[in-house]
């Protein structure tokens, strides 16, 4: 695993599992292993955007992000180069979907209103009943 791997996986173990990485059952791993390749491949395609080339995080930002990463997971065994990329990397995509949901239109109650008036049949479940009954035979020779 690389370095920037194992800055997301320690992230996500952080926060699915409320342990570090090294601490996970056998389960919990090979879901942390899936996660982490998912979210490798999400920010390396965000990061390679257009939006993603006219995006800067200044140096403050980057260090104070690494200083606060630092005060939170005390335990981490990543050299703060190793934190610089990945917060850097991580504030960036943060700022491109910031960028993209700027443009998106505000969505009003009306509009939610005409959605779900026009989709209405999406939200209906059809209706469901549990039946739960014992049945005792009695046999009229007894």
């Known amino acids: 695993m690389n370095d920037l791997a194992i800055y997301h996986a320690w992230n996500i173990a952080m926060v699915r599992f409320s342990a570090t990485p090294d601490t996970l059952t056998p389960e919990q791993t090979e879901r942390l292993t899936s996660e982490v390749e998912r979210a490798r491949i999400l920010e390396m395609r965000i990061l390679e955007t257009r939006e993603s080339a006219t995006i800067t995080v200044p140096f403050d930002h980057v260090t104070d992000a690494v200083e606060g990463w630092r005060q939170e997971n005390p335990q981490s065994p990543l050299a703060d180069t190793v934190l610089f990329e990945a917060l850097h990397r991580e504030l960036r ?22 959605f779900f008036n026009t989709e209405f049949n999406r939200f209906q479940k059809p209706e469901r009943r549990v039946v739960r009954h014992i049945l005792i035979t009695v046999n009229p020779e007894f």
Do not use: H
């Open 93 to 114: 995509v943060q700022a491109v979907l910031d960028a993209v949901a700027a443009r998106a239109p505000e969505i009003t109650d009306a509009a939610v209103q005409a």
